[in-house]
């Protein structure tokens, strides 16, 4: 798993995602795109608030990309990360995340297959 800046990690995920959509800009919470290959969740949280241990199965790469604030995150109960505004860790989908936002944060979140 590696933490590491922004552009490098998300133009190498656009280039491997095929999408043929029209434009769309959202600012909701949940599940904001999603298509063949792969689906972008968003998530607000307050400091304080939890992503409870879970997995992804049947998807290949996840991309944890926090814009504001910073995320305590776990990955296999073991293995232990900082993610600030302006990083982003990758993993995989088979691996166990759990989070806890230092401070007030947002993290966009792509699955891909």
């Known amino acids: 798993m590696k933490v590491s800046n922004i552009p490098a990690v998300l ?4 280039f491997s ?8 800009v959202s600012s909701e ?11 972008v969740v968003k998530k607000d949280m307050k400091k304080g ?3 409870k241990p879970h997995d992804h199965p049947g998807f290949k790469t996840l991309i944890f990309a926090v814009g504001k604030g910073s ?4 990955l296999n109960q073991t293995e232990k990360h900082t993610v600030v505004a302006g990083s982003v860790l990758r ?6 995340i ?3 936002a230092t401070e007030d944060a947002d993290v966009a979140i792509t ?3």
């Open 49 to 51: 608030e939890q992503i």
């Open 17 to 24: 995602i095929a999408v043929s959509a029209a434009p769309l």
């Open 111 to 113: 699955l891909i297959k």
């Open 98 to 100: 759990e989070a806890v």
């Open 71 to 74: 995320f305590d995150v776990t």
């Open 29 to 39: 919470n949940g599940k904001i795109f999603s298509g063949e290959n792969y689906m």
């Open 91 to 96: 993993f995989g989908g088979d691996a166990v």
């Open 11 to 14: 133009l190498s995920a656009l």
